[in-house]
């Protein structure tokens, strides 16, 4: 078994956020993690996010980009204040019918936890891990129901979907 300790100059994290009339996007930074790799397949791992590292991509006036963040910050979505860290720990993986793998964890977001699976792929170059994936996650089993059909009625245009994506690039080097 190889451990790959992530880098996090070389790994990205990108979230995306939809609602009706459109969409927003970002960066989070990684503040640390490893990923256990045996035979091509991810045996296990931990990757801990810096939540106070959000960033907005997508507005460009400072003023309602600021406004933004902070929302995101506080207690309608992260609580960021409290909870400085999510963290997602990886206990296997499975290979796909097209040569991916079907990766199975624990994702905690404001110290509630819930399985996750995603798709992902790897690549092994001597000392050095490449992997790239995407996770759905519903946000609403995370406590942050803020703009959420499911709990808040006729919102009309101001409906959030309850679906955000993180799409991730990890390097590492055993």
Not at 99 to 105: F, I, P, R, S, Y
Not at 153 to 160: E, F, R, S, Y
């Given at each position: 078994?190889?451990?790959?300790?992530?880098?996090?100059?070389?790994?990205?994290?990108?979230?995306?956020?939809?609602?009706?009339?459109?969409?927003?996007?970002?960066?989070?930074?990684?503040?640390?993690?490893?990923?256990?790799?045996?035979?091509?397949?991810?045996?296990?791992?931990?990757?801990?996010?810096?939540?106070?590292?959000?960033?907005?991509?997508?507005?460009?006036?400072?003023?309602?980009?600021?406004?933004?963040?902070?929302?995101?910050?506080?207690?309608?979505?992260?609580?960021?204040?409290?909870?400085?860290?999510?963290?997602?720990?990886?206990?296997?993986?499975?290979?796909?019918d097209?040569?991916?793998?079907?990766?199975?964890?624990?994702l905690?977001?404001?110290?509630?936890?819930?399985?996750?699976?995603?798709?992902?792929?790897?690549?092994?170059f001597?000392?050095?891990?490449?992997?790239?994936?995407?996770?759905?996650?519903?946000?609403?089993?995370?406590?942050?129901?803020?703009?959420?059909?499911?709990?808040?009625?006729?919102?009309?245009?101001?409906?959030?979907?309850?679906?955000?994506?993180?799409?991730?690039?990890?390097?590492?080097?055993?």
């Open positions: 078994m190889a451990k790959f300790q992530i880098q996090k100059s070389g790994s990205t994290v990108n979230w995306t956020g939809k609602k009706v009339l459109g969409l927003h996007t970002g960066s989070i930074n990684i503040a640390e993690g490893y990923i256990e790799v045996t035979d091509n397949q991810i045996k296990g791992g931990e990757v801990k996010i810096d939540m106070t590292s959000i960033v907005v991509t997508d507005i460009e006036d400072r003023t309602t980009s600021k406004e933004f963040l902070d929302h995101l910050l506080g207690a309608d979505f992260f609580s960021v204040d409290k909870f400085k860290t999510a963290e997602l720990d990886i206990i296997g993986s499975s290979k796909t097209n040569g991916k793998l079907k990766v199975d964890g624990t905690t977001i404001k110290d509630i936890s819930h399985p996750v699976s995603f798709i992902a792929t790897i690549e092994v001597t000392n050095y891990l490449h992997s790239l994936g995407e996770i759905v996650i519903d946000r609403t089993m995370y406590n942050i129901r803020y703009g959420s059909g499911k709990f808040i009625a006729n919102l009309g245009d101001k409906l959030i979907y309850d679906d955000f994506i993180l799409q991730f690039k990890l390097v590492g080097q055993a």
